[in-house]
Every structure is written in structure tokens, then in C-alpha cells.
């Protein structure tokens, strides 16, 4: 572990997973929508519902979602902040199946009318998983800038995205490739050492088969 | 790359002739890439962090369970009123792990020292002997990153997670972390420094993690100071010359079996232990009633 993992990090209290690591579930999510998220629907599942009030997960996955870093001194105040924000919240619990312990379910809308569905798990150490999005399977830390391409189950597509990004001089530091049961979708998790540029998100948009493009530039 | 042993650390201090602090900066530099002064800088602003922490501390804090806060403005109200065994150094140092436990219940910002439940134990011991004057900011530095090494190994060979290993890997990693720092402020020898991080986890191992109603608050808040308690004894054994006999990466290794031999219901789950009391569990009933 490094040095600056035992000594650290400086967070908000109390729980490094449910607290510090909410905030980054939340932080993420607002991320990957893009915009200012509007309204938000939270469900709490597993260990996240039974403690997260007495943890303060509720506050700190709203604190993230209003752009806040786990170490925020405001994030007790975020309910307060996001209504001055105008972010409408709700926070209710949910029992997923075989899901971490730790789990969140965000729907969001963000002012330009996207929605977007999240699913985070905080795994320990303030650490995150998304699990999810829209409803397709994806597994990444959000450590590094992030691109995530759904596209139909045909040949070709992993070459076309990541021509585009080595045109983009983007150099790709971890891939994972994921076939969904529904839909006869693949999805791409492309972790980059670059953040990735608005051009090269429109420009996957267009290729034939690519049926949705999310980023999360750090 | 870090240390895996306290062995290798110790045999590195003495191959090249470098103070202990010296050994486990280079190793970290090596494995992170950053530079020396950006490192250094990263320790001043945890201390700067720890520091703030007990400023910011208030009487009137509570944690959103209602169940804490406001116990070191006791615990210092006695001190100065002279009801209090501990002489002052002593008294302090339960008071400010006390106060940064207490800050962290009550959703402040602390620095987690290995982790948050246990982030009061290090800038226990050592906020004292700074505002005394005993040692600089330079020195606490040092000591820390002489505290993270040590932390290091037990994170290779053990866990730092209560869910894993109970709180023997939280506040009696914290503690035995803490007390290698203290012998290093005290200007003791790197062998001491093994010796009483050694006799500190010894005397937590076995520790269970039991959680009342799953919060970090009940038994954490008062177990960070027995943390800084058992930290500064474990110190003053080793600089009195007392050893403990079985050494750190052996001890290390014993918390390792340890943790793996306990039931997962003493492991952060919130269902054994305190947890499972009547009382405990009236707690969490209380807890989670406040959440419908
Ligand atoms: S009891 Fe568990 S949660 Fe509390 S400080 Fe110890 S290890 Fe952490």
C-alpha cells in the first residue's frame, strides 16, 4: 500500500467506505452525466441503507453530486446547499440482487434533459466501483478519465474507437471489454491517461453501431 | 517498492548508515514517483490537517446518532480541575484522541491515520509534544513517515480493515504505528522504534471490531484512546530498554492469523460483540428508527 494510503486520505468523517468513498460515488456520477444534475433519485442498498443515515451517506453522495471532494467541510450542510443549488433529491433504499454491500442506485437528470442511471459500490479505503450504468454492466474505479462506448455486438467497433483515440494522441493506460445479456450489447471501459476531449466523444457518436458514448474526465 | 518486512527495513538502515525516516521516504519515493519536497510537503499538510482538526474541535458537536461528541471537553475540564489520575501529558493525549475521534463522529474533517475509526491515535500522542514545544513540525514529519512505514508492512503482511482483520488492524495497527513515532521524536533507536511498535500490537492484538448499530462511533471514539495510551507505555517500555521478544513482522503475522480466525460477526458488521448486547442493540434500533 502506498505510504500516502496508510497516512491518509484527509476526509470528511466518519467512514472512509461510507462517507469518503459516497462522496466519490456521487462526484462520479455527476461526472459521467456532464451537466449540473437537476434532480436525483437515490437508493440506498445493503449496509448503505441499514447505517447511511448515522454515516452521513445520504449527505455525501448529494455533497458529490454538487461537485464536492470527500475531504468538503460543507458536506454536512449538502441538503441545505443542494436545495440552494436547486438540486431536487429524494433518498429512499432498494434491495439489489447479489449486489455489494455498499451500494448506491442514482437516477440523475442534468439541465440539458440527459438522464442517467448509476450504480456505485464503495469497496473500502474511500475506493469506488461503478457497477453500472444505464443498466448495463461496467466495472471501473473512476481513477482515471474514462471513457465508457456501448456498442451493438458486431465487429469492428473496438479498432474504430481506439483509432479515434490514438488520432487524438489519447493514450489508453487499461481496456475492458463486457458483452451484455440484454440488448445484444458490448460495452468498451476505456481508462486514459488524458481527459477526453468533447471532438472525440462527437465523433464516436457518429460511427454506425455506437449506440451511446459517457465520459468522466477528472 | 514499500517494505514487507520490518526486518528489511531495519537491515536498510543499517547497510547504508540512514535514520529510519530516511529508509521508508526513499522507498515510497521510488514506488510513487513523486519528488522528495512534494512528499515532504504532503506530510506538512496531514500534520497541518491533524492540527486543525483539534482546533476545530467543539463541545457542542453531537454525530447524527445523537450518541457522540462532547467527551473531551470533560476529559479536559477534569484535567484542569485536578480530578485526574494521569499527569498532564497523559491526560492530554486521551483528551485529543478524544477530540479528533469525536470530530470525525461528527462528520469533521480528520486525516484517516490508518483508517478514520482510528484517526485519532497518532495526532494523540504527538499534538502534546508539539504545543510543548518538545519537537518541531520537522520532527513530527519525520515520526509520521517513520508511523506510515511500519503501517506499510502491516498492510503487506496483515490488513489495515476492521472488516478483515478486527480492530487490532485499526487502532492497534494505529497505535503500534504511534508508538514507533514517539520512540523516533524521543531520539531512539530504529531497533527501538521496531521493538515498540512490537510490545504496542502485541497488547491490542486480538481485538475484536463490533461496532454498536454499525456507526463508528461506540466502542471507536474511546478505543482511540486506548490506542494513544497503550502507544505512549509500548514507547516508554522500549526507551527504558524493555523488549517484547516475539519481533514486529512475527507479531504482525500472529494479528494476520488472528483476524482470519475471527468470526465475521466481529468483523464491522455491527452483529457481535458490543453490537449484539441488549443494549447495543437498542441502540440500533434507536438509530434506525430515526432513519423511517
Ligand atoms: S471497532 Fe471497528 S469500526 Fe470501530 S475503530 Fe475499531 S475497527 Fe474501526
Redesign the interface.
Given at each position: 500500500m502506498r505510504l500516502f494510503d496508510v497516512l491518509g486520505p484527509v476526509m470528511t468523517g466518519p467512514s472512509s467506505s461510507h462517507t469518503a468513498g459516497a462522496v466519490r460515488i456521487g462526484l462520479t456520477a455527476r461526472r459521467l452525466l456532464g451537466s449540473r444534475p437537476l434532480n436525483a433519485e437515490i437508493q440506498l442498498h445493503g449496509s448503505f441503507a441499514a447505517t447511511g443515515r448515522g454515516h452521513g451517506t445520504d449527505k455525501a453522495l448529494v455533497a458529490g453530486l454538487l461537485g464536492m471532494q470527500p475531504d468538503d467541510p460543507r458536506i454536512p450542510q449538502s441538503f441545505e446547499l443542494a436545495r440552494q443549488a436547486g438540486l431536487q433529491f429524494s433518498v429512499g433504499s432498494v434491495t439489489l440482487r447479489g449486489a455489494h454491500p455498499n451500494t448506491a442506485v442514482l437516477h440523475l437528470t442534468g439541465e440539458d434533459g440527459r438522464s442517467l442511471e448509476v450504480v456505485g459500490a464503495s469497496i473500502g479505503g474511500g475506493r469506488i466501483s461503478i457497477c453500472q450504468i444505464d443498466g448495463i454492466t461496467t466495472n471501473f474505479g473512476a481513477d482515471y478519465n474514462t471513457l465508457i462506448v456501448h456498442n451493438l455486438d458486431t465487429p469492428g467497433h473496438v479498432a474504430a474507437v481506439t483509432g479515434c483515440l490514438s488520432d487524438h494522441a489519447i493514450n489508453i493506460a487499461t481496456m475492458q471489454l463486457y458483452r451484455s445479456t440484454a440488448g445484444g450489447y458490448a460495452v468498451m471501459v476505456l481508462e486514459c491517461d488524458q481527459p477526453i476531449p468533447d471532438e472525440v466523444i462527437a465523433e464516436l457518436r457518429q460511427k454506425p453501431g455506437i449506440v451511446k458514448v459517457t465520459s468522466l474526465n477528472l | 517498492m514499500?517494505y514487507t518486512s520490518v526486518r528489511e527495513m531495519l537491515n536498510a538502515c543499517k547497510a547504508n548508515g540512514k535514520p529510519l525516516y530516511e529508509v521508508?521516504l526513499e522507498s515510497?519515493l521510488a514506488?510513487?514517483g513523486l519528488s522528495r519536497a512534494a512528499?515532504e510537503a504532503?506530510?506538512r499538510?496531514?500534520w497541518a490537517?491533524m492540527c486543525q482538526t483539534s482546533a476545530d474541535y467543539r463541545a457542542c458537536d453531537r454525530?447524527?446518532?445523537g450518541f457522540a461528541g462532547g467527551d473531551a471537553a470533560k476529559m479536559e475540564a477534569a484535567a484542569a480541575g485536578g480530578v485526574l489520575l494521569s499527569g498532564s501529558y497523559l491526560s492530554e493525549v486521551m483528551a485529543e484522541a478524544l477530540k479528533t475521534a469525536e470530530?470525525?463522529?461528527?462528520?469533521?474533517?480528520?486525516?484517516?491515520?490508518?483508517?478514520?475509526?482510528s484517526?485519532g491515535v497518532?495526532p494523540a500522542v504527538l499534538l502534546p509534544l508539539y504545543r510543548a514545544g518538545v519537537c518541531d513540525e520537522d520532527a513530527v514529519c519525520r515520526a509520521?513517515?517513520v508511523?506510515?512505514?511500519f503501517?506499510?508492512v502491516v498492510?503487506?503482511r496483515a490488513t489495515?480493515?476492521g472488516?478483515e482483520g478486527g480492530c487490532q488492524a485499526e487502532v492497534g495497527a494505529a497505535s503500534a504505528m504511534a508508538a514507533a513515532a514517539l520512540v523516533d521524536l524521543r531520539g531512539g533507536t530504529a531497533e527501538a522504534c521496531a521493538e515498540a511498535f512490537a510490545m504496542a500490537l502485541t497488547n491490542l492484538e486480538g481485538l475484536v471490531c463490533d461496532p454498536v448499530?454499525?456507526?463508528?462511533?461506540l466502542p471507536c471514539i474511546k478505543r482511540n484512546v486506548i490506542g494513544a495510551v497503550n502507544a505512549v507505555s509500548a514507547a516508554d517500555m522500549a526507551m527504558a530498554g524493555i523488549v517484547g521478544h516475539i519481533p514486529a513482522d512475527e507479531v504482525i503475522d500472529a494479528v494476520a492469523e488472528v483476524g482470519a480466525a475471527m468470526s465475521k460477526d466481529l468483523r464491522e458488521t455491527?452483529i457481535g460483540g458490543l453490537a449484539g448486547t441488549p443494549t447495543g442493540q437498542k441502540i440500533r434500533e434507536i438509530?434506525?428508527m430515526?432513519?423511517q
Open positions: - | 514499500s521508508i515510497d514506488e510513487s512528499s504532503e506530510m499538510r496531514l490537517v454525530s447524527m446518532s470530530c470525525n463522529a461528527c462528520m469533521k474533517r480528520i486525516v484517516a491515520a490508518p483508517t478514520a475509526g484517526c497518532l509520521l513517515f508511523a506510515a512505514g503501517g506499510q498492510a503487506a489495515l480493515a472488516a448499530a454499525g456507526l463508528v462511533e455491527g438509530v434506525t430515526g432513519q
